[in-house]
């Protein structure tokens, strides 16, 4: 089953920025929106980016998000303690009509 | 948006099979699929399939076909996935998830079940 790459882990100082990649194998993101997801520690996912690069309702403009060819980016800028979470892009696969996760990024402030 | 809302914790044997309910409030039950996912202690999220309560259709995850089940009833604006044959690797916590046709995503997640399978 077709995976999209992301790394295991990110860290940055309180008030820095942080970049999370999201990378396909295939061609899931090239031909799909992507979308993140964030997990704080024993709760449910919640969404935090749709579309490639929109925010829902709610959901600060430190977060941003971005697409170019095979690839996808979250950033986060002026990080805070509490953004300390798992991040999980997700897009469709159309081809197999599935929709897969990326394996999920933990982001620590240090 | 809405609010989805699992059932309750489950611990269950090895070769069992098990049934979590998944009940929407809020919104239009028919017109939004919804999608399973689980968390295995530690790991990441796994898609395991979706049901589009509408048309009554599924599509189910690769690694699960042949033991996955996913049904709804549109009088209690419920869905209900069943996985049988547990194993140990089961054990997970497993989420439903409305897909939102406005996102392209998944904008709306239950609590959450927790099943355990061990002998």
């Known amino acids: 089953q077709s995976v999209l790459t992301q790394p295991p882990s990110v860290s940055a100082a309180p008030g820095q920025k942080v970049t999370i990649s999201c990378s396909e194998g295939?061609?899931?993101?090239?031909?799909?929106?992507v979308s993140w997801y964030q997990q704080l520690p024993g709760t449910a996912p919640k969404l935090l980016m749709y579309?490639?690069?929109k925010r829902p309702s709610g959901i600060p403009d430190r977060f941003s998000g971005s697409k170019s060819g095979s690839s996808a980016t979250l950033g986060i800028t002026g990080l805070q303690t509490g953004d300390e979470a798992d991040y999980y892009c997700?897009?469709?696969?159309?081809?197999?009509?599935?929709?897969?996760f990326g394996g999920g990024t933990k982001l620590t402030v240090l | 948006q809405g609010q989805l809302v699992q059932s309750g914790a489950d611990v269950k044997k090895p070769g069992a099979s098990v049934t979590i309910s998944c009940k929407a409030f809020?919104?239009?039950?028919?017109?939004?699929?919804i999608h399973w996912v689980r968390q295995a202690p530690g790991q990441g999220l796994e898609w395991l399939g979706i049901i589009d309560p509408g048309g009554n259709t599924v599509s189910y995850a690769q690694n699960f076909q042949g033991r996955v089940t996913m049904t709804r009833d549109t009088s209690t604006s419920t869905v209900y996935m069943e996985l049988s044959s547990l194993t140990s690797e089961d054990t997970a916590v497993y989420y439903c998830?409305?897909?939102?046709?406005?996102?392209?995503?998944?904008?709306?997640w239950g609590q959450g079940t927790t099943v355990t399978v061990s002998s």
């Open positions: 295939s061609s899931q993101i090239g031909n799909n929106y």
């Open positions: 809020g919104y239009t039950f028919t017109v939004y699929q």
């Open positions: 998830a409305k897909h939102s046709y406005v996102y392209n995503a998944m904008d709306v």
């Open positions: 997700g897009t469709w696969d159309n081809s197999l009509n599935i929709w897969v």
């Open positions: 579309e490639n690069n």
